[in-house]
C-alpha cells in the first residue's frame, strides 16, 4: 500500500507544472470543504439553543436553527459594507484653487 502510494507522489512530483496546480487546487479544494463541513457538524453537534442569551426586552427563539442565524449574519454584514461602500463613493472632496 505504501509502495502504491509513493508511486503515486513520484509520479505527481514529475509531472508538468500545470498538472501540479492542478493537484494544489483540487486539494486545497477539498481541505476547505472538509474544514467547512467539520465546523458546521460541531456547530450542530455542540452549540445547544439554551446558550442563546436574548439582549434585555428581547425573547430568545429558542427553535430558530443554525442557517437562519447564519443567513441573518450574513445579510447584516452586507447591509454594513454596502453603507461603508456607499459612503466613500459619496464623500465628495472641495479643491479650492486660489490666486
Given at each position: 500500500?505504501?509502495a502504491r502510494i509513493?508511486?503515486?507522489?513520484?509520479?505527481?512530483?514529475?509531472?508538468e507544472y500545470r498538472i501540479k496546480k492542478?493537484?494544489?487546487?483540487?486539494?486545497?479544494?477539498?481541505?476547505?470543504?472538509?474544514?467547512?463541513?467539520?465546523?458546521?457538524?460541531?456547530?450542530?453537534?455542540?452549540?445547544?439553543?439554551?446558550?442563546?442569551?436574548?439582549?434585555?426586552?428581547?425573547?430568545?427563539?429558542?427553535?430558530?436553527?443554525?442557517?437562519?442565524?447564519?443567513?441573518?449574519?450574513?445579510?447584516?454584514?452586507?447591509?454594513?459594507?454596502?453603507?461603508?461602500?456607499?459612503?466613500?463613493?459619496?464623500?465628495?472632496?472641495?479643491?479650492?484653487?486660489?490666486?
Open positions: 500500500m505504501s509513493d508511486q503515486w507522489l513520484m509520479r505527481i512530483r514529475t509531472a492542478r493537484w494544489v487546487f483540487g486539494m486545497s479544494a477539498l481541505s476547505a470543504f472538509l474544514v467547512v463541513t467539520l465546523w458546521l457538524a460541531y456547530m450542530q453537534a455542540f452549540l445547544k439553543p439554551d446558550a442563546i442569551v436574548p439582549a434585555s426586552g428581547q425573547t430568545a427563539d429558542l427553535n430558530q436553527g443554525f442557517w437562519p442565524i447564519m443567513k441573518n449574519g450574513l445579510r447584516i454584514v452586507s447591509q454594513q459594507i454596502k453603507n461603508k461602500i456607499e459612503d466613500l463613493i459619496s464623500t465628495e472632496e472641495t479643491i479650492t484653487i486660489e490666486k
